[in-house]
């Protein structure tokens, strides 16, 4: 199991084509049946109060920006019990569009939920909880937005640098909110990578010191 962040990333980066194929797969059909699932009708009301863009909230006929679409999507997610390479299936397409190349959406699925699975392990007796799931989200909209393999320790740094400290048992209320932040900020990781925004060298392994400081 890996022990690092980088190591997470690196046995990530080796899965095969054809399991990223079968994970796609996978992903996409569950997405189509989310966007056609019954939305509560709080998140409705909430939608119809976005301001108009282009990427849409699933389950309305609505569309609002990035950053904002991925909040309220990754909310209604977590109502939906949605597996997380669903999640990140929407993720690619609200980084990279429609039109983006079958290949590169299945890798960038299927490596950033290995790196959301595999990082970082439990510690024992936490006092706080983290949203590590940022981390994988921010590698898997990396790869879709087309940032090199090179890179992708930097990016992945970058969204450790903007997780959250939570309660070690969060309400469910609270894990929603979580899981919308995880995908918005995986995105916003990405943006602030191509702006020139770095973290300090092992700024993931002193965030996560956050669990179990006294």
Request: aromatic share 2%; hydrophobic share 40%.
């Given at each position: 199991m890996?022990?690092?962040?980088?190591?997470?990333?690196?046995?990530?980066?080796?899965?095969?084509?054809?399991?990223?194929?079968?994970?796609?797969?996978?992903?996409?059909a569950e997405l189509s049946?989310?966007?056609?699932?019954?939305?509560?009708?709080?998140?409705?009301e909430r939608a119809m109060h976005q301001e108009a863009g282009d990427t849409p909230l699933l389950g309305t006929s609505l569309q609002t920006h990035v950053y904002p679409a991925l909040i309220w999507n990754g909310e209604r997610f977590e109502r939906l019990q949605a597996t997380w390479p669903a999640r990140l299936a929407f993720l690619v397409l609200a980084t990279a569009g429609k039109?983006?190349?079958?290949?590169?959406?299945?890798?960038?699925?299927?490596?950033?939920?290995?790196?959301?699975?595999?990082?970082?392990?439990?510690?024992?007796?936490p006092v706080t909880g983290l949203t590590t799931s940022s981390v994988g989200a921010a590698v898997c909209a990396a790869i879709a937005a087309g940032?090199?393999?090179d890179d992708l320790e930097a990016v992945a740094e970058v969204a450790a640098a903007v997780?959250?400290?939570?309660?070690?048992?969060?309400?469910?209320?609270?894990?929603?909110?979580?899981?919308?932040?995880?995908?918005?900020?995986g995105w916003l990781a990405v943006q602030l990578f191509r702006s020139g925004v770095v973290a300090a060298p092992g700024t993931a392994a002193e965030v996560l010191g956050t669990q179990v400081a006294p």
């Open positions: 890996p022990t690092t962040l980088a190591d997470a990333l690196s046995e990530a980066l080796h899965t095969s084509e054809s399991a990223c194929e079968a994970e796609l797969a996978r992903a996409e049946r989310l966007a056609h699932a019954a939305t509560d009708l709080d998140l409705v039109d983006f190349g079958r290949s590169r959406s299945a890798r960038a699925i299927t490596v950033g939920e290995a790196v959301r699975r595999n990082w970082p392990q439990d510690p024992e007796s940032v090199p393999d997780m959250l400290v939570t309660p070690v048992r969060p309400t469910a209320e609270v894990r929603e909110s979580h899981a919308g932040h995880a995908l918005a900020s």
